[in-house]
């Protein structure tokens, strides 16, 4: 099993210049046309790459970011290959409009991820696909929960929720895995913040981060003149995992982006939440995403949020991280077990790659019942 390394803001298998180049051989093949350096768009300078896929069922164009302009163009190529796999990629349903309750599942159908005002109950009829239980064993799961696109002519009941939460990719089916549930317990944390009022949030003082490469972004977005709220928003349900969420606003722009991280090491979680907001506003300043909501670009007045809640150091949010994992398949282990123990369910994961691609890289979708998520992926900050 390789064994992991540690880069600038994660931790991969494979040195990302080595995933490029395995990658960018087979773009083609999932309809990608161009990765496009768009960092230069924006005057904050972290790298930020949009990929460019004409012909989706989804989004054709999907955004990657990280510490350098090589991981910026990893994660923006694999955000559109997994989309790709979701639409393509799902096996064909093995039963069809069979009802959970006619089911013996390890789950409640009930517990998946699904739209506001969902009609779904045990006697809907779905179609099924197998799934692999993290905890040993196999299941049915709706392919519903795993299909995402909108090519389908035939009817579709308003209930469950397809989205690409917890689908994820790697060098290997394992790290796929570790990103997809890290994804997973990242949306229930902020789920869980956003409604919590302002005032009794954990806002971590930017000026206090020891970590060098995140001190680094900060002092990017601040030497821009933007302004950063950094909130600790890690659950006591997940024990060992950090959750931060980060508020970016700048004077050029009357909205403030939003960016999220959940991981082991503080500090990884960190520089996720902090790219990803950068990210996020300089989506926006290229305005070539097909989900861009409108209303961004209608603000009055370019101010920063109103109410400025006390910081705490980042020495006592960060606290020590537990031991590293040596394999993905280590640190899988450890996080299907606290999704387990927080859940009462164990994790299931459906590969939606083929052994055609498996030297070079897996996608896989995992699915959690009883986990949070907000849908479109918003981090409100109510005043």
Known sequence: MPQLRT?????????????????????GDYGITRLADVTGLDVIGIPVVMSVRPLAATLSVSQGKGATL???????????IELWHAEHAVPTA???????????????????????????TDHTRLDWITAEVLTGGETLVPRDSVRIGMTDTAWRGHHL????NGLASGN??????????????????????ARRPVGERVVVAPDSVSDPHCADLIRLVRSAGGRLEITDASLERWRTVKCFTCCLWMPDMGTVFGGAGAHTSP???????????????????????????????????????????QTTPWSEVAGESPPSAGTDDEESDRLVELITAATGTAPMRVV????????DFAVVKTLSPGLAFLSRHQLPRPE
């Open 267 to 309: 500090e990884i979680a960190l520089s996720r939440a902090v790219t990803e907001a950068a990210q996020s506003r300089l989506t926006f300043i290229a305005g070539t995403r097909d989900d861009l909501d409108p209303r961004v670009y209608r603000g009055e007045t370019a101010r920063p949020p109103r109410t400025v809640p």
């Open 70 to 80: 090589t991981h910026a163009r990893v994660s923006a190529a694999m955000e559109a």
């Open 161 to 164: 929720s397809s989205s690409s």
């Open 7 to 27: 880069f600038a803001g994660t931790r991969r298998t494979r040195d990302p210049s080595h995933t490029l180049e395995r990658i960018t051989r087979r773009l």
């Open 94 to 120: 093995e039963r069809r409009g069979i009802a959970a309750a006619e089911l013996d599942l390890p789950y409640a159908v009930t517990d998946l991820e699904q739209v506001d005002g969902s009609l779904l």
């Open 172 to 193: 290997t089916v394992a790290e796929a895995t570790v990103h997809a549930l890290y994804e997973q317990i990242e949306r229930d944390c902020t789920a869980a913040l």
């Open 352 to 359: 939606l790659t083929g052994p055609d691609a498996a030297e």
